[in-house]
């Protein structure tokens, strides 16, 4: 389940990119289904995923997750 504390801006930076859910998974090597958990707070990455989507998207991890509060 989702940490309520982690605010997460990648369906934004996605959306940005002009990329579909499916395109940012290959690109980052995950499944699509990763991606929509992610955007949707149900999963929080580890490291290296988050990692990998910050390059995916030519952006930092601190751009796509934050810490709320």
Known sequence: MGDPRLGVRLKEARTAAALTQAG???RAGVSRKTINTVENGV???STIVALELARALGT???DLFYLKG
């Open 24 to 26: 940012l998974a290959e």
């Open 43 to 45: 999963f929080v990455p």
């Open 60 to 62: 930092t991890v601190e």
